[in-house]
């Protein structure tokens, strides 16, 4: 079984997410699909689909106005929980610590963490991408429990430049080996109908985490089928 995680960013409202779970419920699929929403979608018929979230705070309650506790997640219905995605990390400045301390607390309320990492195109470049991910992850996974982890280039989010399979290979082979116990890992960054098979047929690559073609059932059901 593959996990196929839909990361719907800043999109979305109400209708359009009634809309594709139906659909995502009426698809046949022998994989596990998860959808990780805006915080004010986290609510209403989830039509059986598996319920995500994009962030949470790395504190359990109290004075911090604008976060999302883990309680508040589980209260919802959250099942999965994405941290530490390089938007985090670029926009809002989020170090591997602060994705290690919310991945532990999410963990510790039985919410699973799809703890991102990934290099830049510098990094890459440079020729620094398998120490670059070495650090993220060893740095920013929780030292206990059960999570997934999301490789996603930086390079390629959102910009419709997909890694080679070699590159694809040689990086999840490094995320493989620099895990202490064996957890899924996905691939992320560009995904889509059209790769989606040929990616998941690599080895140590146990699903995908998809951006903007998980916004549409045009695009995203393709995505779902293409692997059955």
Same mark, same amino acid.
């Given at each position: 079984m593959k996990l196929i995680i839909g990361n719907w960013k800043m999109n979305g409202n109400m209708d359009e997410k009634n809309f594709l779970f139906k659909d995502i419920s009426n698809t046949k699929t022998k994989n596990k699909v998860i959808m990780c929403l805006p915080f004010t979608l986290l609510w209403g018929d989830s039509f059986g689909v598996t319920l995500g979230a994009q962030d949470v705070s790395n504190h359990e309650n109290g004075a911090y106005t604008g976060d999302i506790s883990v309680s508040m997640l589980k209260d919802a219905g959250v099942k999965y929980v994405i941290v530490g995605h390089s938007e985090r990390?670029?926009?809002?400045?989020?170090?591997? #610590?602060? &994705?290690?301390?919310?991945?532990t607390l999410a963990i510790k309320n039985g919410i699973i963490p799809v703890v991102c990492i990934g290099e830049t195109m510098e990094e890459k470049n440079a020729g620094h991408t398998t120490a670059v991910i070495k650090k993220m992850?060893?740095?920013?996974?929780?030292?206990?429990? #059960?999570? &997934?982890?999301?490789?996603?280039?930086?390079?390629?989010i959102g910009t419709g430049v997909t890694p080679t399979t070699s590159e694809i290979v040689s990086a999840v082979?490094?995320?493989f080996d620099a895990l202490p116990t064996p957890m899924p890992i996905l691939y992320g960054g560009s995904i889509n109908a059209n790769n989606a098979k040929e990616i998941v047929s690599i080895p140590y690559v146990d699903g995908l985490l998809v951006g903007g073609a998980s916004l549409k059932s045009e695009t995203f059901l393709p995505i779902i089928k293409s692997i059955n």
């Open positions: 990390r670029t926009f809002h400045n989020e170090t591997n #610590e602060t &994705v290690k301390e919310k991945a992850l060893t740095e920013s996974m929780p030292d206990n429990g #059960e999570f &997934v982890v999301a490789y996603e280039p930086r390079w390629a082979k490094t995320v």
